[in-house]
């Protein structure tokens, strides 16, 4: 099974702030790998695939990069409604497996 | 629009057995790999199960193997999880999500609640 390792698991920052949420497989998984937005009570909202694609209708603040093993999640400048729990997810092997998840906090 | 949504969560005995269903449309169902993902209150997401689009592979997560099966109906549009022997740890609320083949989940339903609980 892969292993998805997500740092940090919390986060604060502050409305402007520019903030990177990693996440390490525990092997090559090409660029199979997704980043998702969950804020209480609601669905998880993709925000990028194939691990650098900018969903449609997502803001451009929002970046992903990465391959193989290692891969970053970007927010360039926080708006209050990023404030929110961020997921990476693998999807290269047949079980998928999603990071532990990252809660970023208004500072 | 794409929809997903979920039905058949409730509150079940441990050892007992429950069935999901989860009503796509908005697309071709007969097109696209489905899966169930769930999230145990106050914890993280995990991939529960995955199917392909005729039925004929199916993938699990280690710890539901031999209790859950997925299964959908192209005709009525409708993907299911069946699940049997429930444990206190199988309590959370599960999703159904479209899985494209190559890419990751783009659409989520709004999910059900499952409580196992004496």
């Known amino acids: 099974d892969i292993q998805m390792t997500q740092s940090p698991s919390s986060l604060s920052a502050s409305v402007g702030d520019r903030v990177t949420i990693t996440c390490r497989a525990s092997q090559g998984i090409r660029n199979d790998l997704g980043w998702y937005q969950q804020k209480p009570g609601k669905a998880p909202k993709r925000l990028i695939y194939?691990?650098?694609s900018l969903q449609s209708g997502v803001p451009s603040r929002f970046s992903g990069s990465g391959s193989g093993t290692e891969f970053t999640l970007t927010i360039s400048s926080l708006q209050p409604e990023d404030f929110a729990t961020y997921y990476c997810l693998q999807h290269n092997s047949y079980q998928y497996s999603f990071g532990q998840g990252t809660k970023l906090e208004i500072k | 629009e794409v929809q997903l949504v979920e039905s058949g969560g409730g509150l079940v005995q441990p050892g007992g057995s429950l069935r999901l269903s989860c009503a796509a449309s908005?697309?071709?169902?007969?097109?696209?790999?489905m899966s169930w993902v769930r999230q145990a209150p106050g914890k993280g997401l995990e991939w529960v199960a995955n199917?392909?689009?005729?039925?004929?592979?199916?993938y699990y997560v280690d710890s539901v193997k031999g209790r859950f099966t997925i299964s959908r109906d192209n005709a009525k549009n409708s993907l299911y999880l069946q699940m049997n022997s429930l444990r206190a740890e199988d309590t959370a609320v599960y999703y159904c999500?479209?899985?494209?083949?190559?890419?990751?989940?783009?659409?989520w339903g709004q999910g059900t609640l499952v409580t196992v609980s004496s």
């Open positions: 908005g697309f071709t169902f007969s097109s696209s790999w």
């Open positions: 199917i392909k689009q005729d039925g004929s592979e199916k």
């Open positions: 194939a691990a650098s």
């Open positions: 999500a479209r899985d494209p083949w190559g890419s990751c989940f783009d659409y």
